[in-house]
Structures are given as C-alpha cells and as structure tokens.
C-alpha cells in the first residue's frame, strides 16, 4: 500500500494547491481514465494533501521509468550503483559554500566543492528510491537532507548556491514520504532561499544590470523557480515567471545572443547560462506553463537562444574562447592551466544542456544524441523520453 501511495503521489502535479493527476507535458504518457483508477486516485489525494506539499514532480512518474525501461536501463544502473556505494556515507553538510570567483585550493574551494557533491548525490539517492522502492534510498535521502536545511545559511550568491538545484529535486520527490521533521524544515528552508532571492532581485533600480542581467540571474531565477513550483506557492510562482520573462529580456537579443557571449567572448558562459533558464523552464513546464517560446518585449525567447548556439554545438561554426573576455577572472584561469579557457569550444560542454532542452521540445533531441547518445545518468532516469 506504501508503495501504491508513493506511486500515486508522484504522479501528480499542482492544481490550486491540491495535488491532482495531471501531466498533459509529459511525452507520450497514458492516463488510466477507469472509475475505478479515478476513486483510487481521489482516496491517494486525500492522503498526499494530508502529507506533502510538493507538487512540481519535475521527474517522470515511476510507471513512465517502467514502462520505457530500454531508454533507462543503463542509467538507472549507473545510477543506483552509485548511490549503493555512498549509502552510509556521513553528511558534509556545511553553513556556507563559496566557489565564486576563486580558484582550487584558494579559500574554502576545496571544501566546499567536496560538500556539493552531497547534494548532487541527494538527487540521485530520491531518483533510487523512486526507480526501485528501496527504503534504503528514502532514509539516506532524509538523514542528508535534513542535515543541509538545517545547517546551511544562504548566501544569495547564485553561481555558490546553483547545486542546490539537487536538494530542490530531492525534496520534490521524496516530500510526501519524509518525516514531519524533515519536511517541514525544508519547506521553511526552501522558502526562505526562494524569498530572498527575489526580495534581493526586486530591491535592485531598472533596468537591471551587471550580475543581475548575466548568468549570475539565470541561477537566481533557477532557484525561484524550482522552490517555488516544488513549494506550490502561487505567489512565488508568479514571481519566477515574471523574473524569468524579465531576464530574457535583459539578457538575451532578438537575434538569440546573450549578455554573456558579449562580456566573456566564450560559448562556455552561454551553456553556463541558458542551462539554469531550460531548467527553470522545465519546472514550468510540469504546470503546464510553456515557457520556452515565451518572449520578451523586446521579442527575445529561450527557444531563440537555444537555436542561436544551435550551429556551435553541431560544429558548422567554431569559436575559440575567452580571446576578447573583458573579465580578469578568466585570464586568471587561463593562467592556472584550468581547462576550458583558452582555445576551441568542445560542443560536447553542452552536452546535458541539449539533452535538458530536447525534454522542452523534441527538436533538439538530435543536437542532443549527436553530442552524446545517452543524457546524463540522472537526467535518463528523471526524463527517460524527450518530448515529441
């Protein structure tokens, strides 16, 4: 019966914050229309409003997982493997992160690179759990999770805070199964990260500049985003979509070029860039709000950008990177050896970013399976099938 709720559960979305079997997005998905799978779903309902309030389900429901195994099977493999072996590892949560702007082994970069890994792997763990049923999962997902959101004080520095796009994920997939206590922290941690991201963002002059119109806003508006359509709260929601309306205004141009290509010369900072909008927009898209051909006043869209870089990605242009950057920083990577910032772009750098637009719209799956003909191992468990 656990089983069947967490089942049911996943499958739902939001809908006047009630959960409620919906997913019209999800590609190629049946709905059971019988009365009797309608007043078992009504009986689960009932249950998951008592229990859970996450509602973006950004992942595919389990059934989905099962029923397209050929597309997943090595994901979920590699996957489950993976957190298999890190199953009694201890949390490393800590109170601040900070990678922005420095290099290995200056400050806390090493540190803080190590303790992010965990909440790549708090993703990964609620993927497990919900491919496999194994309780297992589902314990170690609540013992790191309610470690982070009771340790970690946000910074509001976005490119520092940009993996906890993996918690959000964890916690939007395990909610209606986690202890009250976990549970409700998060929720008051999420809650407080997504509000004062936009309470930052609105209190800046218009027109936005510097780092609230370059990548740094893309990673704002991520974050917004995915807290507010986990949390189903109906006026963070209605602020992610005005920021991220907002920001591809500001950042990208009719034409499909960003901020960012301007500032840094490099196709590395476009990826950097639209990855965290095709994420935001994906969240979206789970409440079947479309946001990828959405467009600016000034008439720019993501879909734009994404068919702007198009070409670079399938080699018929090339760029060499960072040549004409107006950003010290890079030089100083350059410098350091750090791979990336000098010489050709590699097209495969975008590798999860098309495999994350092809699950927005099916015409960049073939960008997607040139670059790479498997996605990432999360993204083939999450999202097994690109849309049509």
């Avoid at 559960?9 to 999800?26: E, I």
């Avoid at 309608?38 to 409003?49: E, F, K, P, W």
């Avoid at 985003?225 to 209605?238: C, V």
């Amino acid at each position: 019966m656990a089983r069947m709720v967490r089942t049911m559960q996943c499958r739902s979305v939001s809908m006047g914050g009630v959960s409620t079997a919906a997913a019209t997005d999800v590609p190629r998905r049946r709905e059971t229309k019988t009365p009797l799978a309608a007043m078992l779903l009504g009986g689960m309902l009932l249950l998951g409003v008592q229990h859970a309030r996450a509602a973006m389900n950004f992942c595919a429901a389990p059934a989905l997982q099962a029923s397209e195994r050929t597309n997943a099977d090595l994901g979920v493999k590699a996957l489950v493997a993976n957190v298999q072996a890190h199953l009694n590892d201890p949390a490393h949560a800590v109170a601040r992160l900070h990678t922005e702007g420095t290099l290995p082994h200056e400050g806390i970069y090493d540190q803080s690179v190590e303790a992010e890994k965990d909440l790549d792997l708090l993703r990964d763990a609620a993927l497990a759990w919900r491919a496999t049923s194994d309780d297992r999962y589902l314990k170690f997902v609540d013992r790191l999770l309610y470690a982070w959101v009771t340790t970690y004080q946000p910074s509001f520095n976005p490119i520092d805070e940009t993996h906890f796009e993996g918690l959000i994920l964890a916690y939007d997939m395990t909610a209606s199964a986690l202890p009250v206590k976990t549970r409700n922290a998060a929720m008051a941690f999420l809650t407080k990260l997504a509000n004062g991201y936009i309470e930052q963002i609105d209190a800046q002059p218009r027109p936005l500049t510097g780092t609230y119109r370059n990548n740094w806003q893309s990673h704002r508006v991520k974050l917004i985003s995915m807290a507010a359509f986990t949390l189903d709260n109906r006026k963070m929601i209605d602020a992610a979509q005005r920021l991220f309306i907002e920001h591809v205004g500001d950042n990208i141009a009719p034409d499909g070029s960003t901020v960012d290509f301007a500032e840094r010369d490099a196709l590395h900072y476009v990826t950097y860039d639209l990855q965290p909008l095709v994420t935001a927009a994906l969240a979206a898209r789970r409440h079947n709000r479309n946001w990828l051909p959405q467009r600016a006043a000034s008439g720019a869209s993501l879909a734009a950008a994404l068919n702007w870089l198009t070409p670079y990605a399938l080699g018929t242009k090339t760029h060499e990177e960072f040549v004409h950057s107006n950003v010290p920083f890079d030089a100083k990577r350059r410098e350091a050896g750090l791979p990336g910032y000098a010489g050709p772009w590699d097209p495969k750098s975008a590798t999860e970013l098309f495999h994350l637009a092809a699950r927005l719209d099916g015409r960049y799956a073939p960008i997607a399976l040139r670059l790479a003909p498997t996605p990432p191992a999360w993204l083939a468990v999450c999202l097994p099938l690109p849309a049509r």
